[in-house]
């Protein structure tokens, strides 16, 4: 198990990384000593969002160490959370394609991240930064692929103001909308 001081060292590492990249923003950050059974108390929130980018497609990914050190002291994700979504600065919209928390080592499963907060901290992110873009609408989908998750998703999306409408909770597939005119 790793200390609260292996998590700060390896928290400055990730924060100094994405602040060196010009390509990533940092949205949000928090360096409080993680509790036990809390929510993430130590994580950064960044984008590859730029407003006068030539590309639509971009994304909000949310990094913790907590539970994220390897035995030899280093990360093995960049990020546990992770918003991708379309803009559409013509219409004024933007659109989910994939929210989901993950642990990844080898892109297998290595802690569970979900009931920590991450994907709640990627949404709420996602619509500060809708508002800022004066983005109208936004919308997506929760696929069958995210059946076994389907009741937490809707929950959470209902959380931040979205309309969910179900076409298929068996299979959990449904629409998600939310208007901020």
């Not at 940092?26 to 994580?43: D, F, H, W």
């Not at 928390?101 to 709640?120: H, I, K, N």
């Not at 004066?134 to 696929?143: A, H, L, Q, R, T």
């Amino acid at each position: 198990m790793s200390t609260q001081a292996d998590y700060d060292d390896i928290y400055a590492k990730r924060l100094a990384a994405i602040e060196k990249d010009p390509a990533l923003t940092i949205l949000s950050s928090m360096n409080q000593p993680q509790v036990e059974g809390a929510k993430a108390t130590q994580y950064i929130v960044y984008t590859d969002y730029q407003a006068n980018a030539r590309k639509s497609s971009f994304t909000i990914s949310v990094y913790t160490p907590f539970e994220n050190v390897d035995k030899y002291g280093h990360s093995k994700a960049d990020f546990q959370a992770q918003l991708l979504f379309d803009l559409n600065a013509w219409q004024k919209a933007m659109h989910i394609t994939v929210l989901e928390t993950l642990g990844s080592e080898s892109r297998l499963a290595f802690y569970d991240f979900q009931d920590m907060g991450l994907a709640q901290l990627a949404l709420k992110a996602f619509l500060n930064l809708a508002n800022k873009a004066d983005v109208e609408k936004i919308d997506g989908n929760i696929s069958s692929f995210d059946k076994e998750n389907f009741d937490k998703l809707a929950h959470i999306f209902r959380k931040f103001g979205f309309t969910v409408k179900v076409s298929d909770a068996a299979q959990g597939i449904a629409k998600i909308e939310k208007s901020l005119k």
